[in-house]
């Protein structure tokens, strides 16, 4: 039996960012599952913020490529190498 949730995917963070008018960025790899726009980043595990996603994008870096997440506000401190949970909507 599978430790993921059937309803979360999860994703590891590379680095995060913030883009003036555009969102808050956190650029990493799909570990688990599958994300789609509308979907929601649970951010702390003690209270369950939930964040929507608004937009999925590519982030090209000169050795490779991540996933990008775009969301509004980010309330907590999110770390490169963090695994974070994304809940379907």
């Known amino acids: 039996m599978s430790p993921y ?4 995917a999860t994703f590891k963070v590379h680095n995060t960012f913030s883009i003036p008018n555009r969102g808050f960025c956190i650029a990493g790899d799909v ?3 599958t994300i789609h726009k ?3 980043v649970v951010i702390s595990s003690v209270d369950k913020t939930l964040t929507k996603i608004s ?6 870096s000169k050795n490779r490529e991540y996933v990008t997440l775009v969301i509004e506000e980010c309330a907590v401190e999110i770390c490169s190498g963090m695994v974070i949970e994304i809940m379907n909507q």
């Open 38 to 40: 509308g979907d929601f």
């Open 55 to 60: 937009a999925i994008e590519f982030l090209r």
């Open 31 to 33: 570990i688990h599952g």
């Open 5 to 8: 949730s059937s309803e979360l």
